[in-house]
């Protein structure tokens, strides 16, 4: 049997912390057959919710959940993880900028830098959920510089499983017979949601998505649209942001991370720029990846044509900008 394994979640007490630590503790995110002890981290005017969270996970009574940490502490909640999922951060209010959220999450993410690159087990695999998750991505980055890059990563999983759902909805097929969708650049409203590349399994084999649609002012314009406000039509509806899709999300980026893709099947994941694509180095950038044995690479050869680069790029500018307005607010 497998050794344990020590699983962190920050923001356990909000709302996609309620719905990702029981899909952890059964094995959605490490595999059925994988231990996990769950550390949590909560504000300290939080613990009596985080404690209650922590009564019920023992209350669910979980073969595979063999410990629970709940804590203010930040150096006892990254102590010795081997996976973090960073979901804790300053929430946007109404009537806060871009600007006012990274003044807020900067200090927060300058600390939990200092907490995993002292604290967390070494080559520790962790996920940025929290927005503006790109550039809390890269903030982490800065300030634990004896953590690996490729160790840091964000979360564009659940604009990625968005457009796999819409072009399942206007095929009518199966979600799980759509693949190889693209998010690109950040986790806004300037991603870029790209379907060129996807493929469908039909009763005539796997064709492409642009074949079998054919409408290119669906796939320019309202596609791309739909999953860039999709977040937007969530809060809408539910007077509350996505919390099930993106715990759901969260597990399915670290499982194909740490598991693998499925061979000819490749996922968006916000990861640190090497300058593919003509993507400026130096900022967290969503791409299409494949992952083996714990490793993800971008994958490579994709045809762009000027259309995906206008939208690329204005996804890189506007990184680019928040990248400057997060050194702003760096403390010394
Ligand atoms: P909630 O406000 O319900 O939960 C956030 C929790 O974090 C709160 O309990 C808060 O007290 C806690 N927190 C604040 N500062 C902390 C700190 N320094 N250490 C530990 N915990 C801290 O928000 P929720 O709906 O759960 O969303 C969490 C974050 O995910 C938000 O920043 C949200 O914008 C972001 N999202 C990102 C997505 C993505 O695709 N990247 C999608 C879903 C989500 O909107």
């Known amino acids: 049997p497998k050794q344990p394994v020590k699983v962190l979640v920050t923001g356990a007490a909000g709302?996609?912390?309620?719905?990702?630590?029981?899909?952890?503790?059964?094995?959605?995110?490490?595999?059925?057959?994988?231990?996990?002890?769950?550390?949590?981290?909560?504000?300290?005017?939080?613990?009596?919710?985080?404690?209650g969270v922590r009564m019920e996970l023992i209350d669910a009574a979980l073969?595979?959940?063999?410990?629970?940490?709940?804590?203010?502490?930040?150096?006892?909640?990254?102590?010795?993880?081997?996976?973090?999922?960073?979901?804790?951060?300053?929430?946007?209010?109404?009537g806060m900028q871009r600007k006012d959220l990274?003044?807020?999450?900067?200090?927060?993410?300058?600390?939990q830098a200092s907490a995993l690159?002292?604290?967390?087990?070494?080559?520790?695999?962790?996920?940025?959920?929290?927005?503006?998750?790109?550039?809390?991505?890269?903030?982490?980055?800065?300030?634990?510089?004896?953590?690996?890059?490729?160790?840091?990563?964000?979360?564009?999983?659940?604009d990625h499983n968005r457009a796999l759902g819409q072009i399942s909805e206007k095929l009518g097929v199966h979600v799980g017979d759509v693949r190889n969708a693209i998010v690109w650049g950040n986790h806004?409203?300037?991603q870029f949601p790209d379907a060129s590349h996807a493929t469908a399994r039909t009763q005539h084999g796997e064709m492409p998505v642009v074949e079998l649609i054919a409408d290119e002012?669906?796939?320019?314009?309202?596609?791309?649209?739909?999953?860039?406000?999709?977040?937007?039509?969530?809060?809408?509806?539910?007077k509350q942001s996505s919390s099930l899709s993106a715990a759901s999300a969260d597990c399915d980026h670290m499982r194909d991370w740490i598991l693998g893709t499925p061979k000819g099947t490749w996922v968006s994941m916000g990861v640190y720029s090497d300058g593919s694509y003509g993507v400026p180095e130096g900022i967290f950038y969503s791409f299409p990846v494949t992952c083996d044995k714990g490793e993800w690479s971008i994958v490579q050869g994709l045809e762009v044509d000027d259309f995906a680069r206008s939208k690329m790029e204005l996804s890189a500018n506007e990184l680019d900008e928040e990248r400057s307005?997060?050194?702003?607010?760096?403390?010394?």
């Open 325 to 332: 307005m997060a050194y702003e607010f760096v403390s010394s």
């Open 63 to 94: 073969p595979l959940l063999r410990g629970v940490v709940a804590t203010s502490d930040e150096a006892e909640a990254f102590r010795g993880v081997n996976f973090a999922v960073l979901i804790g951060g300053w929430p946007r209010k109404e």
């Open 188 to 190: 806004s409203s300037t």
């Open 117 to 158: 690159q002292q604290h967390a087990a070494p080559n520790c695999k962790v996920l940025v959920v929290a927005n503006p998750a790109n550039t809390n991505a890269l903030v982490l980055k800065e300030f634990a510089p004896a953590v690996p890059a490729k160790n840091i990563t964000c979360l564009t999983r659940l």
């Open 217 to 238: 002012k669906w796939l320019k314009e309202e596609f791309v649209s739909v999953v860039q406000q999709r977040g937007e039509a969530v809060i809408k509806a539910r």
């Open 102 to 111: 990274i003044a807020k999450n900067v200090p927060i993410y300058q600390s």
């Open 15 to 51: 709302q996609i912390g309620y719905a990702i630590v029981a899909m952890i503790a059964r094995g959605l995110m490490l595999g059925p057959d994988q231990p996990v002890v769950l550390h949590m981290l909560g504000i300290p005017k939080s613990a009596e919710t985080l404690n």
